[in-house]
C-alpha cells in the first residue's frame, strides 16, 4: 500500500516547481499551494486496476487521490504567510436535485527555495519487531544513502525501539564513526518480539531533542518514525500517541513517518501522517524502504504556521451534510471545522511529477451545503452561502492571524443553474469539482461492487461518462483524462468479476449517487 509519491514535496504542501500548465492552458502564479498531510498518491489502488483486479474500497484514500492532482489558486497576495481561498460549486445531481459544495483550499507566497536552510538535528526511530520485519540489507543502504546526503552541520540520534526504546546514537555528524559503525555491525531493525512501545520511541525522539547538548542545538528539529503501526507495549492508546506527536509538531518539529512489515497496521501511522508535517508513506518492498529513506534527505521543511484552525459555517438558508478531502476535518449540520497543530512548506531537491506524469499538490476541504428550496423566495439569489473563518499563529514571527471572509451564491439556495453545465463561483474550469467527482465514481463504483450489486456499480460509471467527457472536451487536462481512464480501466474490471461469478452487467444508474452531474 504505496502512501506517498517520491516526487511529491512533503505531506503538507505542494512542490515548488512551477513550470506546469493548469486545465484550459493557465499558467500558475509562483503562489505554492499548502494542502493537509497524509497520503500523496493511489498508486496501490491504480497498480491494482491496471493488473486487472477490483481493489478493495480502503486502496481508495481520498486525501492521497486529491493530492495526485494540480489546480491553480488566486495569487497569494493576502499579506499573510497563508492564504484561504473559497469556492462554491452548484449543480444539478443526477437526479434531478441539488448538489451544492463548499471548497476551501490554501497556497502561500513564501517560496521554499529561497528560504535558508537551517541545521537539522534528525531522530530516527526505527521499530525492532516481528512485525516490522524490516530487511536489514535494505535499511542498512537506505540509512547510508540519507546521512550521505545529510550536510556536515547536522546532527543524528538514532532510537531502536521495540519491548523499550534505546538510544543508540545522539547528536552525532552524519559521516561519524559511530553512526556508520551503528549501521554496519548493529541489526537494527531485527527483533521477533510482539511487544511494541511505540509511544515510547515516539518519546525518545523528542528527549534526543531535549537532553544534554542537544537542547543547545541551533537548528530545526525532524523525526523520523519507522513503524509497523502496532502498539502493544506501555502507553498504547492511540490518542495518546498522537498527542505526543502533535505536541512535537506545534512546536515547529518536522515529523515523518514510514510505514513497514506486511502486517502493516494503518491507524496510528495514518494519523500522525495527518499531521502534514513530513512524509507519510508505506514501503511496498525492501527496494522501496531504501529509496524512501534515501528521498528522505532530499525534503528540507520549513514551518509556516502553528495552531492552525479553520471553521466553515452554513448561512441562512444551508446545513452542512458530508466532507471531504481531509482525514482531520469534523462536521455536524452547524459547520466544520478542520485543527492542524501545523502547516509546513517543504522544497525536495530533484522532484519529479507524481506517477511520472501528475504534478502533484492539490487538495483542500469539501463541505457539502444542503439548501433549503424553500427558503429561496426570501434569502434570494446572491446572498452569503457560507463563512469561512481561520486563525493560526505565524511560525516566522509568533504573530497571532486570522481570516474572516464569507462566499456568496449567485442562485437561491437550492436552485440549480439553467443549463445542466454547473455554476462555478470563480467562473473558471472547475477542475477541483471534477476532481470530487471522479473520486466520488469511483468510490461508488466500488461501494455498489462490494456490496454484490454489479448493476449498480456499472451504472455509476456510466452516468459519469458524458459529465468528464464534456468536461475534458472544454479543459484539457492531464490528471482528469488519466481519471477517466484510469474508471474505464476500473470499469472493465468489474464487468469482468461479474461476469465471472454469474452476474448481470447491465448497468442501472443510481439515482443516489453523491455527486453532481455537471453535463448531461
Known amino acids: 500500500m504505496k502512501l506517498v509519491s517520491l516526487g511529491l514535496c512533503a505531506a503538507a504542501v505542494g512542490c515548488s ?23 500523496q498518491d493511489i498508486s496501490q489502488f491504480r497498480a491494482l486496476v491496471k493488473a486487472g483486479k477490483v481493489p478493495t474500497l480502503d486502496t481508495l484514500d481520498p486525501v492521497g487521490f486529491f493530492a495526485e492532482h494540480a489546480f491553480d489558486l488566486p495569487d497569494a497576495d493576502c499579506g499573510k504567510d ?40 534528525l531522530a530516527i526511530a526505527v521499530e525492532s519487531s516481528s512485525f516490522a520485519a524490516i530487511d536489514e540489507d535494505a535499511l542498512d543502504l537506505g540509512m547510508m544513502k540519507l546521512l550521505a546526503r545529510l550536510r556536515p552541520e547536522d546532527r543524528v540520534s538514532v532510537i531502536r525501539y521495540g519491548e523499550r526504546a534505546e538510544r543508540r546514537v545522539f547528536l552525532a555528524e552524519p559521516e561519524s564513526a559511530e553512526l556508520t559503525s551503528l549501521i554496519v555491525d548493529e541489526r537494527l531493525g531485527e527483533g521477533d518480539g510482539e511487544l511494541v512501545g511505540l509511544y515510547e520511541g515516539i518519546a525518545a525522539a523528542e528527549k534526543a531533542f531535549e537532553e544534554g547538548d542537544a537542547a543547545g542545538f541551533e537548528g530545526a528539529h525532524r523525526v523520523l518514525l519507522l513503524t509497523s503501526g502496532h502498539a502493544t507495549s506501555g502507553i498504547t492508546d492511540p490518542d495518546h500517541i498522537l498527542g505526543l506527536g502533535e505536541a512535537l509538531v506545534e512546536d515547529g518539529t518536522a515529523f515523518g513517518v514510514i510505514g513497514v512489515g506486511e502486517r502493516f497496521h494503518v491507524k496510528i501511522p495514518s494519523a500522525l501522517g495527518s499531521m502534514g508535517a513530513g512524509t507519510y508513506a508505506y514501503a ?10 534515501s528521498e528522505e534527505a532530499k525534503t528540507t521543511l520549513f514551518p509556516l504556521a502553528t495552531g492552525f484552525s479553520l471553521e466553515v459555517t ?39 511529477d507524481v506517477g511520472g506524469s501528475r504534478r502533484g499538490g492539490g487538495g483542500g476541504l469539501f463541505v457539502e451545503l444542503l439548501a433549503d428550496p424553500s427558503l429561496g423566495d426570501d434569502i434570494g439569489p446572491g446572498q452569503a452561502a457560507f463563512q469561512v473563518t481561520a486563525d493560526w499563529t505565524s511560525a516566522k514571527d509568533g504573530a497571532a492571524e486570522k481570516v474572516d471572509t464569507t462566499l456568496l451564491n449567485a442562485l437561491p439556495p437550492g436552485q440549480n443553474p439553467d443549463s445542466m453545465w454547473w455554476n462555478i463561483s470563480d467562473g473558471g474550469s472547475g477542475k477541483p469539482y471534477m476532481m470530487l467527482n471522479m473520486y466520488l465514481a469511483l468510490r461508488g463504483a466500488l461501494d455498489f461492487y462490494q456490496a454484490g450489486d454489479c448493476q449498480r456499480s456499472l451504472g455509476v460509471i456510466e452516468m459519469m461518462k458524458p459529465s468528464v467527457g464534456a468536461w475534458l472536451g472544454e479543459y484539457s487536462d492531464t490528471d482528469i483524462q488519466d481519471d477517466n481512464n484510469l474508471m474505464l480501466m476500473l470499469r ?29
Open 17 to 39: 516547481d512551477h513550470s506546469s500548465v493548469g486545465a484550459g492552458g493557465e499558467v500558475p502564479t509562483g503562489s505554492v499551494n499548502v494542502a493537509q498531510g497524509g497520503a
Open 82 to 121: 497563508v492564504c484561504v481561498h473559497p469556492f462554491l460549486a452548484v449543480a444539478p445531481r443526477f437526479n434531478g436535485g441539488n448538489w451544492t459544495m463548499a471548497f476551501v483550499a490554501m497556497n502561500t507566497a513564501v517560496d521554499p527555495s529561497k528560504l535558508e536552510r537551517p541545521p537539522v538535528h
Open 284 to 293: 511496498l518492498s525492501a527496494g522501496d524502504l531504501g529509496d524512501l529513506l
Open 314 to 352: 452554513p448561512s441562512a438558508g444551508y446545513t452542512v451534510g458530508r466532507i471531504y478531502g481531509t482525514k482531520r476535518a469534523t462536521a455536524d449540520a452547524t459547520g466544520a471545522s478542520l485543527e492542524m497543530p501545523a502547516l509546513f512548506i517543504g522544497q525536495r531537491d530533484g522532484a519529479t
Open 492 to 520: 472493465q474490471n468489474i464487468e469482468n468479476a461479474c461476469r465471472e461469478s454469474l452476474s448481470s452487467t447491465e448497468p442501472v444508474p443510481p439515482g443516489d449517487f453523491d455527486g453532481g452531474c455537471g453535463w448531461l
